[in-house]
């Protein structure tokens, strides 16, 4: 009988450890996230790669930007005494933009690594923008993809996507890229497409249409970065470095740059911009691969979305008593 007592209560032990591991909600990370990206085209094997010395100067942070192999790589860094960033020598129209990056590992809360475009020195009450930024995670979560996009300097008119990776960015170099002409603006990772915005007249007063420059920039985001702030950045585990590969910067190039005069305005027409490309196939606004997605892209698109976005402008009605018209 004692016996038998013992293998029932060694049964009801062993049944509820699993009852209870079933239970608990499990936190799910890139490593857990199996999933095989479906197929695209290699929209960064088209264009060649920009040396980074060739295509940037230093923004802030010069003792933390480091420039590797002939400046084909770099390296930005954030420790307590600051962050770092690179900016574009040229301004842009239009194009298409992309680095290949591989983030800090371990403990990155409140890090911030942003790949963007924008125009705030010279529009500095109207300014434009178009985001990556990626943000650093605590113990429990991955690394968090946020795009956004705003236009002429209001804050209001942010327009905020976060997603998760299907892959750890942190193990190798990952493609990020952004396309941005008068068609549309996409956002893709490793050459699938997570987000199109497009050009239409019910929203055309929140579309970027100014020229921008490109910038690359680590920095401390700890009031807003890592669950509204509630991680700030430990910097125990300083510094925090980022490597930068693959640039490249395609597009029309701005023929007028005030960025040594930010009240001047520029004011050169789109038309007359120099084009670094010289075949009218492999122009970012007039190729085929950029005017439109294809059924391919498309559908890459809607696998990423329904997969890995978790966070959208357009179903926050906490944030907008009114959705902005391209939600409906």
């Known amino acids: 009988m004692a016996l038998f007592q013992a293998n029932l209560l060694l049964f009801l032990m062993i049944y509820l450890f699993f009852f209870m591991m079933m239970m608990t909600p499990k936190l799910v990370s890139s490593h857990d996230r199996h999933y095989s990206p479906p197929s695209v085209s290699r929209l960064t094997d088209l264009f060649p790669h920009v040396l980074f010395d060739h295509g940037f100067s230093t923004f802030f942070g010069g003792s933390n930007v480091k420039l590797l192999n ?3 790589m770099a390296t930005l860094s954030l420790d307590k005494s600051s962050g770092s960033g690179l900016v574009s020598k040229n301004k842009y129209h239009y194009g298409f933009f992309s680095a290949a990056i ?20 010279s529009y500095p009450h109207n300014h434009d923008e178009i985001d990556i930024e990626l943000l650093g995670h605590d113990k429990r979560n991955d690394w968090v993809l946020q795009t956004n996009i705003y236009a002429n300097g209001s804050i209001n008119t942010g327009r905020e996507e976060k997603f998760y990776f299907w892959f750890d960015p942190t193990a190798q170099h990952h493609y990020y890229s952004i396309i941005w002409n ?3 603006i996409v956002f893709l990772v490793d050459n699938i497409p997570v987000r199109e915005y497009p050009n239409r007249g019910a929203f055309s007063s929140v579309y970027p249409s100014k020229p921008m420059s490109v910038y690359m920039t680590i920095w401390d ?7 509204g702030g509630k991680y700030p950045v430990n910097y125990k585990y300083a510094p925090f470095t980022v490597s930068l590969a693959e640039s490249e910067m395609t597009g029309c190039v701005s023929s007028s ?5 930010p009240t001047t305005q520029p004011s050169e027409p789109v038309s007359s911009c120099s084009k670094s490309s010289a075949s009218p ?4 606004v007039d190729g085929p691969d950029f005017v439109t997605l294809s059924k391919q892209q498309s559908m890459a ?15 926050d009605a906490s944030r907008f008593k009114v959705l902005p018209p391209e939600c409906k």
Not at 102 to 121: C, E, R, T, W
Not at 301 to 315: D, E, G, N, P
Request: proline share 4%; net charge positive.
């Open 281 to 284: 196939s492999s122009d970012p």
């Open 182 to 184: 008068s068609h549309h």
């Open 102 to 121: 591989k983030l800090p590992a371990g403990l990155s809360s409140g890090v911030v690594l942003a790949f963007y475009l924008s125009n705030a020195d």
């Open 301 to 315: 698109m809607v696998w990423a979305r329904s997969k890995l976005m978790f966070y959208s402008y357009c179903k």
């Open 70 to 72: 002939n400046a084909s």
């Open 257 to 261: 740059t005030s960025k040594n005069n």
């Open 221 to 227: 985001g700890s009031e807003w970065a890592t669950h």
